[in-house]
């Protein structure tokens, strides 16, 4: 069975330029969340969708960024323009939706996003 | 807003001893998770905690609720190469709210 399926595994971009990154769940998972990983802030949870629909996104840090998930199996997160502060690892997580069965939320491998 | 302080930050110890790390908070919580990361990787789930006071193990890790459903901690026996890696803590509010707060996470570093 695959995992939370993310791309791309790295991106390097010049400060202005449009950065999208991609994720495709577990299917049947209807809970898809988007992470942010830096040494400064740790973990940061930034949107999560519920069967495709935005539910939080108080994490979002800016406009800049956005995220969609147009189907059950692909979300992307855009930034738009990047900045360097955007250097992070953004992670694309899933999970299904009934608490206290172990389904906890699954974690893709991650994107690591440099701006330059 | 909530505060949630994981520690120690980083360890480093000898492989064969125990370790144990914690997380404490000023909310409640009803459900803590434990997660590790190893490098160029996502975070894995390890133990999952859904009720007060509830001690779950899962091979050599240990996890408990704690009974004020404001801490959790997380035992690791016999440690070997291989539970080299970050922790977190990663607990939840409400049932039916999916969004996880990660704690500032736990390094484990092995001597030889």
Redesign the interface.
């Known amino acids: 069975d695959a995992g939370?399926i993310q791309s791309p595994r790295h991106e390097v971009t010049e400060m202005g330029q449009e950065v999208t990154l991609r994720c495709k769940p577990i299917s049947g998972h209807d809970?898809l969340?988007w992470?942010r990983q830096t040494m400064m802030r740790?973990?940061?949870?930034l949107i999560?969708f519920?069967n495709n629909v935005p539910i939080?996104d108080s994490g979002m840090p800016e406009d800049r960024f956005s995220a969609k998930m147009p189907n059950a199996s692909f979300s992307t997160l855009k930034i738009q323009p990047s900045e360097p502060r955007d250097s992070a690892v953004y992670?694309c997580?899933s999970?299904v939706?009934k608490?206290?069965t172990?389904t906890?939320?699954?974690?893709?491998?991650?994107t690591r996003l440099t701006v330059v | 807003g909530q505060q949630l302080n994981q520690s120690p930050q980083s360890m480093f110890i000898q492989e064969g001893e125990d370790v144990s790390m914690n997380c404490t908070s000023s909310s409640i919580f009803n459900t803590w998770l434990w997660y590790k990361q190893d490098p160029g990787e996502g975070p894995v789930l390890l133990i999952a905690l859904y009720k007060a006071g509830e001690l779950t193990s899962n091979g050599r890790l240990t996890a408990q609720f704690g009974i004020t459903r404001k801490d959790s901690f997380l035992n690791i026996s016999a440690s070997i190469p291989s539970d080299v890696g970050i922790y977190f803590c990663a607990p939840r509010a409400n049932f039916g709210n999916e969004k996880l707060t990660f704690g500032t996470g736990t390094r484990l570093t092995i001597i030889p």
């Open positions: 939370v809970y969340f992470y740790g973990l940061e949870l999560y519920n939080d992670f997580a999970s939706g608490t206290g172990g906890e939320a699954f974690f893709g491998q991650g």
